[in-house]
């Protein structure tokens, strides 16, 4: 079915450009609040193809294919940030409620026009500079110190489209794009951790707990939450900061705000690292975690629903991303599923129904209970069983 059909009694239909298993995942909470979702799918193979019967086939940056799934929709909000500008501001001109909005959403588009921002509102970020070229990278390492991390302002995600350099002349053939690059000095961190928040149209707010993110090579690959040995001072200012940044971008939905945790002394306990604007990695542990999960309440922030309550349900919560391993070996995930939800009843197992890639994330396990090393180990064995390390 291509085009959406709402729900008798007036219930909205909201559509979501991009079909990835962020979309996918809003499917369920969709049906519970009784609205009906349509999503803009990269192919008949997307993820959320498969759960979503309306899912009618485009591009992000296909103007007209946007446009005339938008023409369907109460509301229109994001499976991913890589939205054309021209396409969104096309879709303001059209009268079609966005959110977030263009003009908050540039923010986690562009890490330019972020970094600007927050050091505009006084919010600590790693020392940062525009870098157009060898010779302005080399000035910024000789004052900050090498190695820098070096950053493509828009398009990267789960480690692509960042670089550690240690000369200059290592980037150069990112500049030979001729696009501006962001500089930033390497940050000696403690842990890295993540604020979720969501905000209605109306200006309502909440904030989940903190959360430690554990990331490998660039992706994440288990949140902790709440983080543990989290200074309560600490985990107040980051809840304050993030909604802070979230009133005054003026961002509707979810947004994850990822930091880095820095050893106490006389600078900031934290600086910023990311912004994303839709439900994010950091927050998948929510689905069995809290009252209310990311996806549920970015559903009810974007069409100006009462919030729900972010409480927790268990002491601890782990989410451990499952990611692909040898698709010869261990493509069939149905009987590993199987054999894990016999072995472990509790264990929540959430797969993305994508075909098995190595290194590609395929889906997600949440444990909880009351202690964090059981927990934590029940988790590990679990993604670890279905992506083929184990085999018992």
């Known amino acids: 079915?291509?085009?959406?059909?709402?729900?008798p009694g007036g219930f909205p239909i909201v559509g979501i450009v991009g079909g990835g298993q962020l979309a996918r995942m809003c499917a369920g909470p969709a049906v519970e609040l009784g609205i009906t979702l349509s999503v803009l799918a990269e192919s008949t193979q997307a993820a959320?193809?498969?759960?979503?019967?309306?899912?009618?086939?485009?591009?992000?940056?296909?103007?007209?294919?946007?446009?005339?799934?938008?023409?369907?929709c109460d509301v229109v909000t994001f499976?991913?940030?890589?939205?054309?500008?021209?396409?969104?501001?096309?879709?303001?001109?059209?009268?079609?409620?966005?959110?977030?909005?263009?003009?908050?959403?540039?923010?986690?588009?562009?890490?330019l026009v972020m970094r600007n921002r927050l050091s505009q509102m006084g919010i600590p970020c790693p020392a940062w500079a525009q870098v157009d070229d060898v010779a302005a990278l080399r000035a910024f390492g000789e004052a900050h110190g090498w190695p820098v991390v070096l950053k493509t302002p828009r398009g990267g995600y789960d480690g692509k489209g960042v670089r550690v350099v240690r000369?200059?002349?290592?980037?150069?053939?990112?500049?030979?794009?001729?696009?501006?690059?962001?500089a930033e000095k390497s940050v000696d961190f403690v842990r890295e951790l993540a604020v979720l928040v969501a905000r209605s149209p109306s200006g309502q707010a909440s904030v989940w707990p903190v959360?430690?993110?554990?990331?490998?090579?660039?992706?994440?690959?288990?949140?902790?939450?709440?983080?543990?040995?989290?200074?309560?001072?600490?985990?107040?200012?980051?809840?304050?900061?993030?909604?802070r940044i979230a009133g005054e971008l003026g961002v509707t939905g979810v947004m994850a705000v990822e930091v880095f945790e820095l050893a106490a002394g006389d600078g900031p306990a934290y600086v910023v690292n990311e912004l994303?604007?839709?439900?994010?990695?950091?927050?998948?542990?929510?689905?069995?975690?809290?009252?209310?999960?990311q996806f549920e309440q970015h559903l009810r922030a974007v069409l100006d629903l009462p919030l729900g309550a972010v409480t927790p349900r268990s002491?601890?919560?782990?989410?451990?991303?499952?990611?692909?391993?040898?698709?010869?070996?261990?493509?069939?995930?149905?009987?590993?599923?199987?054999?894990?939800?016999?072995?472990?009843?509790?264990?929540?197992?959430?797969?993305?129904?994508?075909?098995?890639?190595?290194?590609?994330?395929?889906?997600?396990?949440?444990?909880?209970?009351?202690?964090?090393?059981?927990?934590?180990?029940?988790?590990?064995?679990?993604?670890?069983?279905?992506?083929?390390?184990?085999?018992?």
Request: glycine fraction near 8%; aromatic fraction near 6%; include cysteine.
């Open 1 to 7: 079915m291509d085009r959406p059909l709402p729900a």
């Open 167 to 182: 000369t200059a002349d290592e980037a150069a053939d990112w500049f030979a794009h001729g696009e501006p690059l962001l």
């Open 276 to 293: 994303a604007m839709r439900p994010h990695n950091s927050g998948h542990w929510t689905q069995d975690g809290s009252v209310t999960s």
């Open 79 to 111: 499976d991913h940030e890589q939205v054309p500008r021209d396409v969104l501001a096309a879709l303001v001109a059209d009268g079609v409620t966005v959110h977030p909005s263009p003009e908050a959403l540039v923010h986690a588009q562009d890490k």
């Open 315 to 392: 002491s601890w919560t782990v989410m451990t991303n499952v990611l692909g391993g040898d698709p010869e070996r261990h493509g069939q995930l149905y009987p590993t599923y199987k054999h894990l939800m016999a072995r472990d009843p509790a264990l929540r197992i959430h797969l993305y129904g994508k075909s098995v890639r190595p290194g590609r994330k395929i889906g997600h396990v949440n444990t909880y209970g009351t202690d964090l090393a059981e927990v934590t180990a029940r988790g590990r064995h679990a993604a670890d069983y279905l992506q083929g390390v184990i085999d018992e």
């Open 48 to 72: 959320a193809a498969f759960a979503i019967p309306s899912a009618p086939v485009g591009a992000a940056d296909d103007l007209e294919a946007v446009r005339a799934f938008a023409r369907d």
């Open 211 to 243: 959360v430690h993110t554990v990331q490998t090579d660039g992706i994440c690959t288990s949140v902790v939450a709440p983080a543990a040995d989290l200074d309560e001072e600490l985990a107040g200012e980051l809840a304050a900061t993030g909604l």
